[in-house]
């Protein structure tokens, strides 16, 4: 990962622990999605959502996704108002990733305790599979 991208997703933590911090727990997850973009652009930082993710099989397009938000178009995130983050969330931003050129992506829990997870999935791997 590039220090690029390891300065954006540390800004991009900070900015989701204000929010959680101001926020707390027990919303909506679309209540912290609007809060954590309105405090994204605030930071300065470039951040759309939601976004529109195809998935092609065999050069057909076979569904679509939807993906919480996209920061300085090369970080996914996806939001999560869970008691916890389990594998399922895991997989789904994986799946997300795999489906993109994108490489990083963050899980972000704004449960009982704020809570956090990085994904890779390079470009590389993905032309592998």
């Known amino acids: 990962m590039s220090e690029e991208h390891r300065e954006l997703i540390y800004k991009i ?4 622990y204000e929010v959680y911090n101001e926020l707390g727990h027990g919303f ?3 209540v912290y ?35 919480d938000m996209l ?6 995130l996806e939001l999560k108002a869970m008691r916890a983050l389990d ?8 799946n ?6 994108i490489e990083v992506g963050l899980l972000l829990n704004f449960g009982l305790k704020p809570e956090f997870r990085r994904l890779l999935f390079s470009n590389l791997g993905k032309a592998i599979r």
């Not at 999605?33 to 057909?60: H, N």
């Open 13 to 16: 933590i900070g900015v989701y």
């Open 28 to 30: 909506l997850e679309s």
């Open 33 to 67: 999605q609007k809060s954590l973009g309105l405090a994204l652009k605030s930071a300065g930082l470039d951040a759309c959502w939601p976004i529109a993710i195809p998935v092609s099989f065999r050069g057909q397009q076979v569904g679509q996704f939807e993906a």
């Open 71 to 76: 920061v300085e178009k090369c970080v996914l």
């Open 87 to 94: 594998c399922s969330h895991v997989t789904q931003l994986r």
């Open 96 to 101: 997300y990733l795999r489906a993109t050129n």
